[in-house]
């Protein structure tokens, strides 16, 4: 049983195309965070979201929580090809002392 | 300031041999996560400790594998007599404080069974 689901699971597109990547859950979670990874290399942190609803903006990534906190979503804008990676979410429940982490959505953005 | 370290990135062990994956925290980190990570599969918690504590181990399999996180020095994950299932990417993250959630990842030990 996967707890966060993320789709697509592949995704493909040329340079400067928008994308937009996404990691829902039944279950409700107090904070969710997102990571790119590289391979042979550890996840790296992008962002934590806490707040039902909250956007964050990190150059041209943009990071939404749902009200509800059981989804979120990653939107990319002009991609360019340093963007291509594993991106992970990753999200805490309100109990206990696990993260959760989805499948993952490989990005290639070709030049 | 250095990252989360593991050592070693990569290790080959035959089936039956031990294993030993370590973790350094980044400086002032005081709680340590090992995941695994299977070839077209998610990374999976395994346990969580503090350190001379475990504070939950709910995702460790039963039978051969341990993990410890002592007073001085790395945490260790620790696996008996691996079996070929065992082959995956070990990854361990650090958090400052417990309940953190924000936790930073080291590179991973590649762990090859043959």
């Known amino acids: 049983t996967q707890l966060l689901e993320q789709s697509p699971q592949f995704l493909s597109i040329q340079e400067g195309e928008n994308l937009t990547v996404y990691c829902n859950s039944s279950?409700?979670?107090?904070?969710l965070q997102w990571y790119r990874q590289e391979p042979g290399e550890g996840p790296v942190l992008l962002v934590t979201?806490?707040?039902?609803?909250e956007v964050k903006k990190l150059k041209r990534l943009t990071f939404q929580f749902g009200d509800a906190r059981k989804d979120s979503s990653l939107h990319i804008t002009a991609a360019q090809p340093g963007d291509t990676g594993l991106y992970l979410c990753?999200?805490?429940?309100?109990?206990?002392?696990?993260?959760?982490f989805g499948t993952g959505t490989s990005l290639t953005v070709i030049p | 300031n250095a990252g989360v370290m593991q050592n070693p990135r990569h290790l080959v062990r035959r089936r039956g041999q031990e294993a030993r994956l370590r973790c350094s925290p980044m400086?002032?980190?005081?709680?340590v996560y090992w995941y695994r990570q299977l070839p077209e599969e998610g990374l999976k918690f395994m346990v969580y400790l503090q350190k001379e504590n475990i504070i939950d181990e709910s995702g460790m399999p039963k039978e051969r594998f341990s993990a410890e996180f002592p007073k001085e020095g790395p945490s260790i994950l620790r696996i008996q007599q691996v079996v070929r299932g065992d082959s995956a990417a070990y990854f361990c993250?650090?958090?400052?404080?417990?309940?953190?959630?924000?936790?930073?990842f080291g590179p991973g030990t590649r762990l090859t069974v043959t």
């Open positions: 990753a999200g805490q429940p309100n109990t206990g002392n696990q993260f959760y």
């Open positions: 979201v806490v707040t039902g609803g």
């Open positions: 400086k002032g980190h005081s709680h």
């Open positions: 993250a650090s958090s400052r404080v417990r309940d953190s959630y924000e936790q930073y």
């Open positions: 279950s409700v979670f107090s904070s």
